[in-house]
């Protein structure tokens, strides 16, 4: 196998721990550099590692020369369990992902979202879809939801969508066959 390239491939050099108003403040000049004001929020699916949650982040910022702050939520899908039904309850991580939405509007003062999730982090997406369709988060900053092959049952996936009402200026569904995030 080649060795990757740092001019040529995306690479995860070194992570960073900031404080709380650091991570915001960074997030809001980035998010402020943008023409739209954009961010994108990227929930990853089972059985995958942060740093390649992280790689996969940055890849989708690449691919859609994305302009605006790309962010991951990273959920406890790989921790030394392989148990799919713990990481299935781990997924009511859901619960923070609604905090970190909430938040993202809030503090970073971004005006267009975009919601991207693979696979069983679109179970997380889910709920924050129904937490925001009455919630008192401005309506209008919501401008993409994006399923890559949804782990979700149908019946879920119809009634959350069903629920967005105006809340989302855009839904995107890629069946499994169609993605290789």
């Not at 938040?103 to 069983?120: G, N, Q, V, Y």
């Not at 839904?171 to 290789?180: D, E």
Request: proline share 4%; hydrophobic share 45%; net charge positive.
């Amino acid at each position: 196998m080649a060795r990757p390239k740092p001019d040529q491939h995306i690479m995860l050099l070194c992570t960073v721990q900031l404080a709380r108003d650091d991570f915001w403040q960074r997030l809001g000049n980035d998010i402020g550099s943008s023409p739209q004001r954009d961010a994108f929020v990227f929930v990853h699916g089972y059985n995958v590692s942060f740093e390649t949650a992280a790689l996969r982040t940055a890849q989708l910022a690449t691919d859609l020369s994305f302009k605006g702050a790309p962010i991951m939520f990273s959920w406890p899908s790989k921790e030394g369990s392989r148990n799919i039904l713990m990481t299935k309850a781990r997924s009511s991580g859901a619960d923070a992902f609604k905090t970190v939405h909430r938040d993202i509007c809030i503090e970073s003062k971004a005006t267009s979202i975009h919601l991207i999730a693979h696979s069983m982090g679109s179970r997380a997406l889910i709920e924050v879809i129904q937490a925001l369709s009455t919630s008192a988060l401005p309506r209008n900053t919501l401008k993409q939801l994006i399923f890559a092959a949804p782990d979700v049952d149908s019946g879920v996936f119809q009634q959350a969508a069903n629920a967005l009402g105006g809340i989302c200026a855009a839904l995107r569904y890629m069946p499994r066959t169609m993605t290789r995030l």
